[in-house]
């Protein structure tokens, strides 16, 4: 009771409301004025300017949580997803996707893999779900980039970054994109294309392992990498944001 008693002490009379609603108001005003756009369609606008950097800043929060009463309890935090959300959001708070980015990385693996999940209350990956998600890395890769184009804050690269939450073996972030391109230069099926591992971006399709038993999920069972599936779209992957650390490195010197 006495956070709640805390809370409702701001709000004795009118004008505390109407001042703390008006601060509301300046707050989102000022966040959603970084990026607008004009179609001479107000319906698109609505929708560009407002509900959908909205959306973005929700999933950047919530993920792929069921409410705002789920996260950390469930599935925790997607590595992939998290590096896409924060595509959408890198513009309005810069600081917090920054700390993201740093978050993520910390549950990559030393050989450039990672956990696919990880619970944000403890930034520790979700051994249950484990790792042979092979497109993983390279979502890295495009969050970092977004980032530096956005803000031009090339100091992220420097961050000293554990692997597996073990400041022992921290290394650069920069270090850790290496990484990420080594390990699917480093697992390449019959045909030279980077092998998916237990599923590429389209989980729901392209499946390398299989669940025996009714409800058990397929992320749980089934070797985390398979020595001949490969994936056109890791692929693809691959070529887009290894040509984006490309000019990362170019860009350092």
């Known amino acids: 009771k006495a956070p709640a008693e805390k809370m409702l002490s701001r709000y004795q009379t009118d004008a505390d409301v109407e001042r703390s609603f008006n601060d509301l108001k300046d707050y989102w005003k000022k966040l959603l004025s970084k990026f607008t756009v004009e ?135 920069f270090e850790h994109l290496t990484r990420s391109l080594d390990y699917i230069i480093n697992h390449k099926g019959p045909h030279d294309l980077p092998l998916i591992g237990r599923a590429d971006w389209n989980d729901c399709l392209n499946l390398n392992c299989f669940s025996e038993h009714p409800g058990e999920s397929f992320q749980t069972f089934g070797p985390s990498e398979g020595p001949v599936a490969e994936s056109v779209f890791i692929g693809g992957m691959f070529v887009k944001y290894g040509n984006e650390y490309a000019d990362l490195c170019d860009f350092l010197g």
């Not at 606008?45 to 929700?58: A, L, P, T």
């Not at 993520?104 to 450039?112: L, N």
């Not at 209350?121 to 970092?144: E, H, M, R, V, Y």
Request: hydrophobic content about 35%.
């Open 39 to 173: 179609t001479g369609n107000d319906k698109v606008n609505r929708m560009v300017n407002i509900w959908n950097q909205y959306q973005c800043m929700v999933t950047f929060n919530m993920s792929r949580s069921a409410s705002y009463f789920e996260s950390g309890i469930g599935r925790g935090m997607g590595f992939r997803d998290s590096c896409q959300d924060l595509l959408g959001f890198v513009h309005l708070i810069p600081d917090r996707a920054r700390q993201r980015i740093i978050d993520i990385a910390s549950t990559q693996f030393q050989d450039g893999s990672a956990y696919h999940q990880y619970q944000p209350l403890t930034k520790k990956g979700n051994s249950d779900i484990g790792s042979g998600f092979n497109d993983d890395p390279l979502w890295l890769i495009a969050g970092t980039s977004a980032y530096i184009r956005e803000t031009g804050d090339t100091s992220i690269l420097d961050e000293k970054v554990p692997y597996d939450n073990d400041m022992s073996v921290a290394t650069s972030l």
